[in-house]
């Protein structure tokens, strides 16, 4: 029996630390613990595998209890341990991932709070915010006050107001099972031998890679839920990956149909309770099919055969705060760990899966036409020089008259522009000044439909001024530069008769209003849509048969290396919702540059052209996927001490061949929510020992307690 057990303390700062274990107590790793710090109880993870210098076993305080968990499997363990050392993240960070707070609180019962309808007699602006924000919502104080972005005590007086109302729930049961062979699909042929590929592969049980490609409309839903079944009949467990929250009312419903249960679901949106119930039927078996976000990658699977990574370009996959890590890759690393089946299904897969496949680590699974004879749309470029349209506006007369076309037929419209808002900037005419967020270094962003400036990288809001804040001129405001919101103006002074819905993340904020979006359209009651890149992802209208792209340029600037990439999968993506039905479908791309080779591949129809030409580019720079990035971002309230940070890393900076670090200079972005910022680079060979170097650099050089330093490996944001 072991006299001492290091322990993954869930306490910031902390590394891992040893106890000792009682007589007659017996522990193993993964098993969740109360151990004391200090006058304290914490809770803390018993792990194997971590190196480091022994206390005397004189001088350990007891492990104080064991929690009534499922401890946490070997396989999970050493995600966690990839994930800690590949990212340089604090294990203790990882791990409150894979033990979140509803694992630890057992069956207590919970009061969860939903809206009455009833209005409250006394109204202040945090109320109107909350109220606005929670239609649809279910969830304890503290889940309503975190979705409104208002404190408990705005929620606790909507309760004590009535205009909230609670019930009790306790451990929930019950849930019903999909079951594998409820509508059975006939496949076409290149589905069927697909769907095949991945099946026999969960049959032979062990680690198997697929890169699932199809083009918009082909039908790779219904390749991987064969697989989804394989899993389910051989009594095991199937996750699919989702990059919007809102995607999920769609997919649940078509995954409804083939099996005759709905998936459970997993994503920050869950009230407690409901999260609590999910955690435990996944932690037990008792749910064979999840559909989450990036966060379901690190539940306690009891038996995990297949991960589905759906949209597997989507660079939302990545995560930018606290651990910076890339879902699509660690779902690939959690099936290797599992001996489990994994395929990221894509349209337009990123440059790093294509050489992958490439190399022979993915087997490619190739779906080249839409389902059903269904054809792709036509595509074709605007060039805004030459039919620009008129002052004032920003949609050209071809698009403007094939929209009258589609309207005058009866069909739907889509309009794609990538930016949230009515114009990205509010300037005023007599002495320049541009209204720019106190946080950031961002212009504050007109919401005309909130009548409110808001930045969208810290959320700071505020409303119009009547007068310039700098000079105090009346009535000089302008807006500059359209965002959805002007767009769909401009269609309503077109097309008054049109009905018209706004979809961004602004007016799609749960899954039940994205569910009320798709059966709006699906009913024809809707004829235009106007989105971000929301509307992208995963919506099939069979009577959608126009989609103008307003601006294609938009994401082509600011340095980044993935702009083009990203930007060909936007178009190609935000096309594929053309003509998916029986009816033809047509795209029309503004664009200023319509002779660019991004431009021309899109029109062509000629990915393998674009994607070999970025790959060649990207090889002959050294850049990912043939070398590394490692971004560290120093930042602090003082701009001095973040500049003085930064430059002792610089100075201490390693040298050795196949490794260059570039910086430190100030982030495009140098101040992000009341934090100067400043940024490193670090590029490498492939071969290069590149988080060793990192984290041997990291130790050379103190910070000051007011600075932050984040790594971000793999970087996907170099604002």
């Not at 209005?119 to 109320?127: A, D, H, L, V, Y």
């Not at 849930?175 to 496949?187: E, G, I, R």
């Amino acid at each position: 029996m072991a006299e001492r057990v290091r322990v993954v303390v869930m306490q910031a700062g902390l590394g891992p630390l040893d106890y000792a274990v009682p007589a007659g107590m017996v522990l193993a790793p993964g098993q969740a613990v109360r151990v004391p710090l200090g006058p304290r109880m914490i809770t803390g993870v018993v792990w194997d595998g971590l190196a480091g210098p022994e206390v005397a076993l004189a001088k350990l305080r007891p492990v104080a209890g064991v929690l009534p968990v499922l401890p946490i499997a070997a396989p999970l363990r050493r995600l966690c341990d990839f994930v800690a050392d590949y990212y340089l993240a604090p294990l203790a960070g990882v791990v409150r991932m894979v033990l979140p707070q509803v694992a630890l609180l057992g069956e207590r019962q919970l009061s969860e709070f939903r809206l009455s309808g009833v209005m409250p007699g006394r109204m202040t602006p945090e109320r109107a915010k909350a109220i606005a924000a929670l239609e649809g919502r279910t969830g304890t104080v503290r889940d309503l006050g975190r979705a409104a972005g208002v404190s408990e005590a705005v929620v606790r007086g909507l309760v004590s107001a009535g205009v909230l109302v609670g019930e009790v729930r306790g451990a929930a049961d019950g849930l019903a099972v999909p079951d594998a062979d409820f509508a059975v699909p006939v496949l076409e042929a290149a589905q069927a031998a697909a769907a095949d590929a991945v099946v026999g592969a969960i049959a032979a049980g062990g680690f198997a890679p697929f890169l699932l490609e199809g083009v918009t409309g082909s039908g790779k839903t219904e390749v991987y839920a064969e697989g989804i079944a394989a899993a389910i009949r051989a009594g095991g467990q199937a996750l699919v990956l989702l990059p919007e929250i809102a995607l999920t009312a769609a997919f649940m419903t078509r995954l409804e149909a083939r099996f005759g249960a709905a998936p459970l679901v997993w994503h920050s949106d869950l009230g407690t309770a409901a999260r609590r119930t999910a955690f435990a039927a996944i932690a037990d078996g008792r749910a064979p099919l999840v559909v989450g976000a990036r966060s379901a990658l690190f539940l306690p699977f009891r038996r995990l055969l297949l991960t589905v990574v759906d949209e597997a370009h989507e660079q939302s996959f990545k995560q930018e705060e606290g651990v910076h890590y890339h879902a699509r890759d660690v779902a690939v690393m959690r099936a290797q760990f599992e001996g489990a089946c994994a395929v990221l299904a894509t349209a337009t897969p990123a440059i790093e899966t294509q050489v992958l496949v490439s190399r022979g680590t993915y087997r490619h699974l190739l779906l080249p036409a839409r389902f059903g004879g269904a054809s792709l749309p036509d595509v074709q470029a605007i060039d805004m020089r030459r039919t620009p349209p008129p002052r004032g506006r920003w949609l050209a007369p071809p698009l403007v008259e094939a929209m009258r076309e589609t309207l005058a037929r009866g069909e739907q419209a889509l309009l794609f522009l990538n930016r949230r808002g009515y114009a990205p900037l509010t300037l005023c005419r007599a002495c320049g000044e541009r209204i720019q967020c106190p946080n950031c270094t961002a212009w504050m962003v007109e919401h005309r439909l909130g009548r409110r400036l808001a930045c969208h990288h810290c959320g700071h809001e505020m409303a119009v001024p009547e007068a310039c804040p700098s000079c105090g001129e009346a009535d000089t405001l302008v807006a500059c530069g359209p965002g959805v919101e002007r767009i769909a103006e401009e269609v309503t002074r077109l097309f008054p008769d049109a009905r018209l819905a706004l979809v961004t993340s602004d007016s799609i904020t749960t899954p039940a209003r994205a569910e009320a979006l798709v059966k709006a359209v699906t009913a024809g009651e809707i004829d235009v849509l106007v989105g971000t890149q929301l509307v992208t992802k995963g919506f099939h209208f069979p009577d959608l048969t126009l989609v103008g792209v307003v601006d294609a340029d938009l994401g082509l600037g600011g340095g980044d290396l993935r702009a083009g990439e990203r930007t060909f999968a936007q178009v190609v993506q935000v096309s594929g919702r053309a003509g998916r039905g029986e009816k033809p479908g047509r795209v029309l791309i503004q664009t200023h540059q319509p002779e660019a080779r991004l431009m021309r591949a899109l029109v062509a129809g000629d990915a393998k052209a674009f994607y070999a030409a970025e790959t060649a580019t990207r090889r002959d720079l050294g850049l990912p996927p043939f070398g590394r990035l490692a971004a560290l971002i120093v930042s602090s309230e003082d701009e001095g001490a973040a500049r003085t940070a930064a430059r002792a890393l610089g100075e201490a900076a390693p040298h050795r061949a196949g490794l260059e670090v570039l910086g430190p200079a100030p982030a495009p972005l140098a101040m992000l929510r009341g934090r100067h910022r400043m940024r490193l680079l670090v590029m490498a060979g492939r071969q290069v020992p590149l988080a060793a170097i990192l984290r041997d650099w990291l130790a050379r050089v103190p910070v000051a307690g007011n600075v932050r330093v984040v790594v971000d490996v793999d970087p996907y944001s170099f604002v």
